[in-house]
């Protein structure tokens, strides 16, 4: 066959677009797992958590988390009055060990574990440039470190401070609801080690989910409502203070 | 002219083949970050062959905890395990994590000063972690499900 | 203090980038008075402005490559840009001012030059201009008059395209709502009349120095007119950022007590004492006094480089007490963090000042290559003198 120009204009396009298919093999999810049967969040249950750390702990082993930095963290406040926009809040090392020993100090005090609130109108989504962060089928904001440039805007743009840059693959990271164990009828490994069950993981589009019976029958919160980003994470017993 | 054909083949050859697939972003990545390796096996593999201890939790308050929020992450062991024996803990350490007292803990949930409790020994001197209350001649043995320890200790603060 | 917040995540290089382009479109914007509002007194600066716009402008992308985790996955921002995103749809208007903008301004306005320059020069010299006439060697009266039509058309739609420039820059720092010091409608409008007073006072010190370094003298009409719309394009400046100052003590809403705090304490010193006051109220002040006393020329000359050099020092600090500013407060309003500019590595402080001297060196070269001086211009035989030119 003579290669003319016109044929090569149309055969190296054609060639091309196969190739990449031919080099794409991809992993596959397990095979009874459909991503659209499923709408995943968390619950917290503050008035149970004891600042254990283990959460933090648990979570650092499972996905390797790189010292300094959280994919999730305890908060300890201390409300002293009236004044509930000006808690004293401390997080020694992220809770990772638990908490020192304190005097009482009077007034208000718990422990709020925090994580990626896995935004349904998630902000660090719409200003990734290029789509290395993004909201799966069944509700989880994922971040694709292979694809994912390092421009930080998508730390900037979460306000709830959940994300940070991997210092070892130089691209966003933040908690990823143990995705690689959800989908294999795992809970995640903060909701495992959790000894008191104030993490709980829910499936919003499981009927049988005890999660719709707590959000009927208690008065539950989202963090920093008034950005409207559908946070997903419910905090049941959550004082006005928490920032 | 030739500038925008030639950018529409290197946009064919160069973005991913599952870009696009769910939405704005590699389809391919969903599947990736799901193939992570486990570390925590999950208590209902620990109680499948450990069937004495689960026996003995059941007596006690700890029966709501999970293996490996103690013992670490053991997919391994759980997955072969002769091949990896776990650790032994330290109490001294470990317990103190839950129960040293802190002004933040919930009121009801149990919590000592360790020092003034035990003068820093360890803690597995006198409790038995599987069952941590301590065996009097006036203890029944009693089996309590893990919903009904929950039911005794929720909205405790 | 959220714990993952302690570290900066844009250093003293995303400080650099709207810098760059605010010059870049300021530069612009007073090469336009001359070209599309026909402002005569500015004219022996218009070329030198486009290519200062286009040294800067060529330079402007650097900053960013050089802080990305992955800049070698930067194209993904063209083959898969997200449409929801400010920076994505950013790297199309870059684009889109360099190549249809700038670039094809500055080539239609010397055009002329370079064709006589292709077919006058010799060696290494004559093979770079045949190469930049790209083709074209059509010097008739009627085609003359197509460049000039052309380029008037295209400064006409590059003032907006400047404009869209650094706004969107503004943009992409005033929609982030997670953040109260940047989130505001008004950052694009702020940025891009900082962006013009960077860049008429860029361009106005640029023509005192290379002016003076030619030995030549210096059109004080100029240079005065210049000064008149570097003051009036101050005033609005600075009454936006008083603006927003006073909405926000006013307001006092939840981030107000921590930013107040903020800037009394860590951003005192690049804020008030830099920014405020010697780079925004004194040159203001300098300017104005220039502009109501009679003073002599070489004390107006003075005045106007020192105003100059002020000015550009405070936009910078501007640019700096935005971006780093925007990331010392923790965003639960509880604490606050400190910026570690280091000096030697690829975000420090040595890259960022090679990059603020590589623009000029650029600038250099294309100075060299495309004489923009008003009694540089070559005179072609019988052809009317074309624009550019006095």
Known sequence: MDITRRRLLVLLPAAAVAWKYVLAGTPELSPNYKLTEHWWTMLIDIPKCIGCGSCVRACAEENDVPDGFYRTWIERYHVADWRLERPEVESPNGGKQGFPPNQDAGGKNFFVPKLCNHCADSPCTQVCPVGATFVTPDGVVLVDKNYCLGCRYCVQACPYGCRFINPRTKTAEKCSLCYHRINKGLTTACCEVCPTGARQLADLKNPKDPIHEFLRTHSVQVLKPHMATGAKVFYNGMDGSVR | ?157 | MYPNEVELQWSVLIVLYPFITGLVAGAFILASLERVFRVEAVKPTYRLALLTALAFLLVAPLPLQLHLGHPERSLEMYLTPHRSSAMAMFGFVYLWYLMAVLLLEIWLDYRRDIVVKSQTTTGAARLVYRALTLGSSNLSERSLRIDERLGYFITVIGIPSAFLLHGYVGFIFGSVKANPWWSSPLMPIVFIFSAMVSGIAAVMLLYMLSTRLRGREIDIRCLDKIAQYLFYTFVIDFSLEMLDLLQRIYEADESFRSLDFMVHTRLWKSQVIVQILLGTVTPIALLGLAQILKLTDTVRKRIYGLAGCLTVVGIFAMRWNVVIGGQLFSKSFLGYTTYKMSFATREGMLTAIALMILPFGILWVLVKLLPPWPDAAIPAAGATPAHGTS
């Open chain 2, 1 to 157: 002219m030739i500038a925008l054909f030639a950018f529409v083949i290197l946009r064919a050859a160069v973005v991913p083949a599952s870009f696009g697939q769910y939405g704005h972003y590699r389809g391919a990545a969903i599947a990736e970050t799901a193939a992570r390796p486990i570390a925590f096996a999950g208590h209902d593999a620990c109680e499948a062959c450990h069937t004495d201890v689960v026996e003995q939790k059941k007596q006690g308050r700890h029966v709501v905890i999970a293996c490996e929020a103690c013992h670490g992450p053991l997919a391994k062991h759980a997955d072969d395990p002769s091949s990896v024996t776990p650790p032994k803990l330290d109490t001294a350490i470990l317990c103190a994590r839950c129960h040293e007292a802190n002004s933040a803990k919930p009121k009801g949930f149990p919590q000592v000063v360790t020092a003034d409790h035990s003068g820093g020994i360890a803690c597995d001197t006198c409790h038995q972690p599987h069952r941590p209350k301590i065996q009097t001649s006036t203890n029944e043995t009693k089996t309590e499900t893990k919903a009904e320890v929950e039911k005794k200790t929720e909205g405790k603060k």
